[in-house]
């Protein structure tokens, strides 16, 4: 308390600053670069004395500049080797695709310093590829297609670079009970009893088949010699193999000077960490290698399985991108593992691996397209931000990548690396580099906490009443003495220092959380945090909040204000600088339709939506985003052709073609390194131009009315037709019931005689033959008595 005290002494005017106390009770102000005055009888007349203040309030209240001492911030470059253009040029130890190598910054907190990175993939590097294969059941068709992957691969890669070893090896799963079959008669044959196929290899964990090597041919020789194996669960053991393959550098032959490629291929999903304990296996995995003398893993059954992050760690220690191969179901599953390890990506692989040799292809392609820098070892009170200039040239703040990359492409990356606090050890390093690169930039950091003056203190000195140390023209009062020359004890108190420990006229005493002594105000210690101030009117817990954490836990608090880390702004310092999540898939932030607002993209294009603002149904296709550059690049007209910004931003493949004795021009528009392509085509002599709208109007609605015309008559004649027929049907059945009708009439059937009575019956036989006849409910007969020779039916006379 004693030594904060004497540091808030030269604070009076900058409630706000930081003060830190080191080692010789020398106070710096970090929040602002300041100067402090030396001189012993600076402020003398001034019951509190500020020594720390900018240089010129300092030189306006009479300090001499050569009684002033600003320690700042200093960087130097220890190694800057320049960049290679091809990677076969020279021996491969002496390839550079990144600079500066070495540089040694000396960092005064709030004194921020900056350098430029710079990164290219270059032309002709030499490549290792590790082919990881799972080997159960599952996957015996995909085995039969790779038999010969080593021939039609290595002539795939010579394409792309002349110095190519390949390497392969085998994974199942932990062979113990719940993962795989342990009983006495399935230790030789998993398969014994499985009819569709009943016989297999022994379970094992992972087994390194084939060390790297230029001979494709062996690579051949040995996947024909394999078979599958059998395991009782669904998850595989894959990521036990994947961490043997990595840290097992001199058993499967890493070359330091070449990228490092992993293929990952199975059918499901990995066992994770903890699982192991299913089996009993409660030892963590200590990311070491355990292959015995026959290219076994020979820890397979003693410890558990690795968790993501030592994967990740050891990956990137070793500079290998993971590439996982999985059927489509798995797709997502995977996808989402990709974001928690660095370096990894995924492709979809045909039920069969048939597309291995593409899957590969495009992946390894996908990989030199794009630089990510990573950071490693970085100290808490250091913060790091990066600015990232890609191909276009343009600022991206907060961003550490770039994508879309042609080999031998350059892009840099402006970095600012800022103290915020001086630590108690002196030194310390980090590392910043290439994720998969063996190239890295080792930054050596010091704090400059100290002053000069500081060397030179004297104990007990006269100045200090001979109870104190004085150093830097101030005294460093023993405990239980206070003042600017040590002549007060604690618990002095009088009217004249109570007004002195009031911040203004009607205030309380040292706010209210204090006492005053000595005409300065001792600040009561509290259960939340700090209280500090010249009059205690700030603390370090009094700031905006966000879901209950102070300064979103990425800042700290000072006097009511949050002081943001590097990488946030706003008032609680939860609004993230990094752009990287605003980046879509084409390498544009925001896919060129909205801004980065704290790493969530704000869409300001009409119809846009999305986390990257790439689905818009009514904006513009690719051909109509590519116009522009169409115009400048073969004709120079219009906007980009007169900002003479054409060849920076242009920079796709136009080719003229000829189609149907037309010319036409075709653009093809590399999305991921010709992975996929999107073709477009405009007459090269009307670009810009097309039909009138009144033409394409008129020629539409003519269409329409003509198609609509043409069915009516149609219809119309199919009704005519349908008509007449029935029509005559029904003529033809008309006649034939009237003719039934009087022949009926004479047939003696149809009179009969009862009971003295006569009864006559027609029956009308049209009901079979008139379509329009109707079948009565009832019949009933009619009685009637009529004389046949003399009457009519109805008593008639003839």
Not at 65 to 90: T, Y
Not at 284 to 292: E, I, K, N, S
């Amino acid at each position: 308390l004693y030594k904060y005290l004497v540091c808030l002494e030269f604070l009076q005017p900058y409630s706000g600053s930081v003060c830190v106390l080191t080692w010789s009770w020398f106070c710096l102000c970090s929040d602002l670069v300041l100067s402090v005055c030396v001189l012993q009888d600076f402020g003398s007349g001034r019951t509190l004395t500020s020594r720390c203040d900018v240089k010129e309030n300092l030189l306006r209240r009479g300090c001499d500049v050569d009684m002033m001492e600003s320690p700042s911030s200093k960087l130097s470059i220890l190694g800057n080797r320049p960049l290679s253009s091809k990677g076969s040029e020279s021996s491969m130890s002496d390839v550079v695709q990144m600079m500066p190598q070495r540089i040694a910054v000396s960092l005064r907190p709030g004194d921020p310093q900056w350098f430029e990175l710079q990164v290219r993939q270059v032309e002709d590097y030499p490549v290792d590829l590790y082919y990881l294969m799972d080997l159960s059941l599952s996957m015996k068709d995909d085995l039969d297609t790779i038999r010969n992957l080593g021939t039609k691969l290595a002539q795939e890669m010579g394409q792309l670079t002349s110095n190519f070893r390949l390497g392969f090896g085998s994974f199942v799963d932990k062979n113990m009970s719940p993962f795989s079959y342990t009983a006495p008669k399935y230790q030789e044959n998993p398969c014994s009893g499985y009819k569709p196929f009943p016989n297999c290899v022994p379970t094992f964990g992972f087994r390194n088949i084939l060390s790297l090597t230029e001979r494709v041919d062996r690579f051949n020789e040995e996947v024909q010699k394999q078979m599958v194996s059998r395991n009782r669960d669904a998850p595989e053991g894959g990521f036990d193999a994947i961490l043997q393959a990595a840290v097992c550098k001199e058993d499967v032959g890493w070359r330091k000077e070449a990228y490092h490629l992993l293929v990952f291929a199975t059918d499901d999903v990995p066992h994770l960490a903890l699982d192991g304990r299913l089996g009993g296996l409660v030892t963590p995995h200590d990311g070491q290698c355990h292959l015995d003398e026959k290219g076994e893993y020979s820890a397979s059954t003693r410890m558990d399985y690795p968790s993501l992050a030592l994967l990740g760690e050891k990956l990137a220690e070793n500079n290998i991108f993971l590439i996982f191969a999985v059927t489509k179901r798995l797709y997502v599953i995977y996808k989402n593992l990709t974001v928690l390890i660095p370096g990894t990506t995924v492709e979809i692989l045909d039920q069969d691996s048939k597309n291995v040799i593409q899957l590969i292809v495009a992946a390894y392609n996908n990989i030199r397209s794009k630089v990510e820098l990573s950071v490693s070892d970085l100290p808490d009170d250091v913060g790091l931000s990066f600015t990232a200039t890609c191909q276009d040239g343009k600022p991206l703040p907060g961003l550490r990548k770039c994508g879309d990359m042609k080999i031998g492409d350059t892009v840099s990356f402006n970095v600012s690396v800022e103290a915020r606090g001086c630590p108690g050890d002196a030194d310390h390093t980090f590392t910043i580099k290439p994720v998969g690169f063996r190239d890295r930039l080792e930054v050596f950091v010091d704090y400059r906490c100290d002053c000069g003056c500081s060397r030179t203190a004297q104990v007990n000195s006269s100045v200090c009443s001979s109870i104190g140390t004085y150093h830097c023209g101030t005294c460093a009062c023993e405990p239980g003495y206070l003042g600017a020359r040590c002549e007060c004890q604690e618990g002095d108190a009088s009217g004249s220092s109570l007004s002195a420990c009031r911040q203004a006229e009607g205030r309380q005493v040292c706010s209210g959380r204090g006492e005053c002594s000595c005409n300065q105000c001792l600040c009561y210690e509290s259960e939340f945090g700090k209280i500090y101030g010249s009059f205690c009117e700030c603390d370090d817990f009094s700031c905006p909040r966000h879901k209950g954490v102070l300064c979103s836990g990425h800042g700290e608090c000072h006097c009511g204000e949050c002081k943001c880390h590097a990488g946030f702004i706003g008032d609680n310092c939860n609004c993230s600088t990094e752009t990287s999540s605003c980046l879509s898939d084409d390498g544009q932030m925001c896919s060129g339709r909205g801004s980065c607002v704290c790493g969530r993209c704000v869409c300001s294009e009409p119809g846009a939506f999305g986390d990257t603002c790439d689905k818009c149904p009514t904006c513009p296709d690719a051909c109509a985003t590519k116009r522009e550059c169409v115009e400048c690049r073969l004709f120079d007209s219009g906007r980009l052709a007169d900002n003479q910004t054409c060849q920076r931003r242009c920079k796709d493949e136009i080719i003229t073609v000829k189609t149907l004795g037309v010319s036409w021009l075709s653009l093809t528009l590399s999305r991921t390194v010709c992975v996929s392509c999107v073709t477009c085509a405009v007459p090269p002599q009307s670009v810009g131009g097309g039909p009138e709208a009144l033409t394409v109007l008129l020629a539409v609605v003519g269409s329409i009315l003509l198609v609509g015309l043409l069915l009516l008559a149609i219809w119309k004649l199919i009704i005519t037709v349908h008509d007449r027929r029935e029509f005559a049907r029904f003529q033809n059945a008309r006649s034939r019931a009237r003719y039934e009708m009087v022949s009926g009439s004479h047939d003696p059937r149809l009179t009969h005689t009862h009971a003295g009575s006569h009864y006559c019956c027609v029956s009308v036989r049209v009901q079979a033959s008139n379509p329009l006849y109707k079948h009565p409910v009832s019949t009933h007969f009619v009685e009637t008595d009529f004389d046949v020779l003399g009457k009519s039916f109805n008593g008639g006379v003839h």
